[in-house]
């Protein structure tokens, strides 16, 4: 694992509100400390730099893995995912209720890869949601 130096994560960690910028689940929120996450993994050539790493919850960090795209499960193409520096979340993604509704390829392979509707994660929503706790 490769060490963050404690300013960068303030950083990460201010810049986000505290929320995974996949999927914006807050850290108090998460049953698992939220992680420092490379966008592009240091085996691609990913530099430890702010415009590199994002805030991210334990399961759209697992499931993401070191990927840096996938196959959108509509055209069959190969999509890179939505990259958080560089994407603005509204133009890829809405939130439908619990439901997280992709409105491009980016956000369907990401939605797609990150298992981001998955049953388990929609209830959390659904909770967080009535609690007004979501986003």
């Not at 130096?5 to 929320?19: D, F, K, M, Q």
């Not at 999927?23 to 998460?30: N, Q, R």
């Not at 334990?58 to 958080?84: A, M, W, Y």
């Not at 619990?98 to 998955?118: D, K, S, Y």
Request: with cysteine; glycine share 6%; hydrophobic share 35%.
């Amino acid at each position: 694992m490769t060490y963050i130096p404690e300013a960068l994560r303030r950083l990460v960690y201010e810049r986000a509100s505290g929320r995974c910028e996949y999927c914006l689940l807050h850290s108090a929120d998460g049953y698992m400390p939220h992680e420092v996450d490379h966008i592009y993994a240091e085996k691609h050539g990913g530099v430890t730099a702010e415009y590199n790493v994002c805030l991210s919850c334990f399961e759209c960090n697992r499931h993401k893995g070191s990927d840096l795209s996938s196959i959108d499960p509509l055209t069959g193409e190969v999509i890179q995912l939505f990259h958080p520096r560089r994407d603005k979340w509204t133009e890829h993604f809405r939130l439908n209720g619990a439901f997280l509704e992709p409105l491009t390829p980016q956000g369907r392979v990401t939605v797609f890869l990150l298992q981001m509707n998955n049953p388990k994660r929609l209830l959390e929503r659904e909770i967080l949601i009535e609690a007004q706790r979501y986003p």
